[in-house]
């Protein structure tokens, strides 16, 4: 079970530069570690979601298209606030689990298609949101998809969790960890892996925001977290056994009261495309 401590950071100006990955790729490698998604990776601070009342005017008469919203954590956060919401999202097997777990939810739409053709009416949303997946888009054809369906004076909210990487002796050998066995975990890790975020915006201006958040996990917790990740290797390939081995020597070695503690930076990217 995961516990989230929250806690507020300043605004920063930096600039997150990453490339785009391949569509098939973005569209395929998460279809066999959907569970552990569910289950371990981190939600996103509730600070965000009042940053975008108090910022960009939100409330909950709002219609907004989550893209590429997987298994619905952050879309969940919205429906929470009384937010009408499609979601739309290409992998079949993500799709399903949020289908299944925001099935209480009237006002979530599942829609199965990609950042680019969403298959929403011109002018139909007035925020555009997409959490932890932009970095997989077609950065123009994703940004005329987006001017397409906002409203008059819509947003655009693009945000990541960075796992920090060096603050503690464990998220430090957590780290090594990584690059030890990880499959192209140093072609996909977050300074490499999104366009430059302007491209997103330009010529509009835009803003960011930054906030903490962390987890604190005991071993399964921490073995979860590593599966869910698209960069790990599956359990039919040979680094698999070794990797979790390192993994728990890992966890003995720097866990305190039998728990262990997962960092993140929540970067939120927002700015109106007319």
């Known amino acids: 079970m995961a516990h989230y401590l929250i ?7 930096k600039l997150v530069i990453f490339r785009v990955m391949p569509a098939s790729n973005a569209t395929s490698r998460f279809s066999d570690r959907v569970e552990n998604y569910v289950r371990y990776r981190p939600g996103y601070p509730p600070q965000v979601l009042q940053m975008l009342k108090t910022q960009c005017g939100l409330n ?18 919205l429906l929470e606030h009384g937010n009408a ?10 799709r399903s689990a949020g289908e299944r777990l925001l099935a209480d939810f009237s006002k979530f739409t599942s829609i199965a298609a990609t950042a680019e053709k969403t298959t929403l009416p011109d002018r139909s949303v007035d925020f555009v949101t997409s959490a932890q997946a932009a970095h997989w888009f077609d950065r123009q054809s994703a940004r005329r998809e987006f001017a397409r369906i906002l409203r008059p004076g819509g947003w655009l909210v693009l945000m990541w969790n960075e796992r920090v990487t060096d603050s503690t002796p464990f998220l430090r050998a957590y780290e090594q960890l990584l690059l030890k066995f990880a499959i192209d975990y140093q072609e996909v890790r977050h300074e490499r892996t999104t366009a430059e975020i302007d491209e ?52 003995d070695a720097h866990a305190v009261n039998g728990r262990a503690a997962f960092e993140y930076k929540t970067r939120v990217y927002f700015g109106k495309l007319d």
């Open 200 to 251: 997103f915006f330009d010529p509009a201006p835009f803003e960011e925001r930054l906030f903490a958040m962390q987890q604190v996990f005991d071993y399964a917790g921490v073995e979860g977290r590593l599966l869910s990740s698209s960069y790990a290797p599956g359990s039919e390939h040979p680094l698999y056994a070794p990797m979790l081995r390192e993994l728990r020597h890992i966890f």
């Open 60 to 77: 909950a008469s709002h219609v907004i298209a989550d893209i590429a919203s997987g298994t619905g954590i952050w879309t969940r956060q």
């Open 85 to 94: 919401v499609y979601g739309i999202e290409p992998n079949a097997e993500m």
């Open 7 to 13: 806690a507020n950071c300043a605004a920063t100006a």
